[in-house]
């Protein structure tokens, strides 16, 4: 009965806190003006839940993906029964990933054509020109693959080759956002570089986390993920900053800088997800000091609460990445 609880509540803190973030930062859908058609109210607010359903699953994926890499032992290159169900959930993550794209794709080119979904149809042709709109095909046809894939996986390699197209599946939608405006800026690509590092980093981490929770408890498994943990928090802190004085900073320097992150809506949702992250980063810390002592001793009840309360802050700082990525 608890995985499902903790599963409803991480998906529901992610869509709370993306929502208020949304409203809060200036970014949330609104009303066309008077005499445009527009794509309505319903159709604006799927694309970022369809988003961050789609975020959700692309994490449960790649966590059950890592799992198998890193936690679950094979022998002879052969996985294991339990890394086989690892990659048979992956196999259903990866589907509920396309699907959510798939429906993304459909409410991204209504609301950018600013026309309804029965009028789509008539407009296939502009839609798929759309940058945002081919990055999700890729996206929508890469998934499907990988669930294919992950349904059939009984070999390590063919685990691997999972992971690789999983890391694909991640970076097609962040081509198109805040820092791929200008491929000719070198800051640009800096900026669209630092984040597809930063969202693999964020993946293997909160994946990794729902992996060691859903699959393997040992003391072993625990310690590779904390080294791992602790990489991508390092990473994701670098990438993070770096990524956030690109956007805020780029025609700002000293205290502009630093007033545009409690004086804009997409300031002050970094300085949210800043902070979410020091809160992860003292919860690790919790970690290495109480709950790992503890699970040594055959006590696996401090780990696993400190780790579902890990968990929900990760949903909301996913769901603050998925509002920061739709407010200007």
């Not at 080759?161 to 890391?167: D, N």
């Not at 590092?197 to 981490?205: K, L, R, Y």
Request: charge should be positive.
């Amino acid at each position: 009965m608890r995985r499902p609880l903790v599963l409803g509540g991480t998906v529901a803190v992610g869509i709370v806190v993306m929502v208020a973030g949304l409203l809060a930062a200036g970014g949330a859908p609104q009303r066309p003006a008077d005499g445009l058609l527009g794509a309505g109210l319903g159709v604006s607010w799927a694309v970022p839940v369809l988003r961050i359903l789609a975020d959700g699953a692309a994490v449960a994926t790649g966590g059950a993906v890592l799992a198998v890499l890193l936690f679950l032992p094979a022998k002879d290159g052969k996985l294991g029964s339990k890394a086989i169900r690892a990659c048979q959930d992956a196999a259903l993550a990866a589907g509920i990933w396309a699907v959510a794209s798939i429906g993304g794709l459909i409410a991204t080119a209504a609301v950018i054509l600013g026309i309804p979904l029965s009028h789509l149809a008539e407009h296939a042709g502009p839609a798929g020109q759309l940058n945002q709109v081919r990055a999700l095909a890729v996206t929508v046809v890469l998934t499907a693959v990988l669930a294919v894939i992950l349904s059939g996986t009984t070999t390590l390699r063919t685990a691997r080759l999972a992971a690789l197209l999983t890391i694909a599946a991640l970076i097609g939608p962040l081509l198109t956002g805040h820092g791929a405006i200008d491929r000719t800026n070198l800051w640009s690509l800096l900026a669209t570089a630092s984040l597809v590092v930063h969202v693999v980093a964020a993946t293997a981490w909160v994946g990794g986390l729902a992996a060691v929770l859903r699959y393997a408890r040992s003391r072993e498994a625990v310690e590779i993920f904390s080294t791992l943990a602790l990489s991508c928090a390092v990473t994701m802190g670098v990438t993070g900053l770096l990524t956030a004085e690109i956007h805020l900073g780029g025609r700002q320097d000293g205290w502009g800088l630093i007033t545009q992150w409690v004086t804009t809506g997409y300031g002050v949702l970094v300085l949210g997800k800043t902070l979410a992250f020091a809160a992860l980063v003292f919860i690790g810390r919790q970690h290495r000091r109480s709950a790992l002592p503890r699970l040594t001793s055959g006590d696996p009840a401090v780990f696993r609460r400190l780790a579902v309360l890990e968990l929900l802050v990760m949903a909301g700082t996913i769901g603050l990445a998925v509002a920061l990525a739709r407010t200007p």
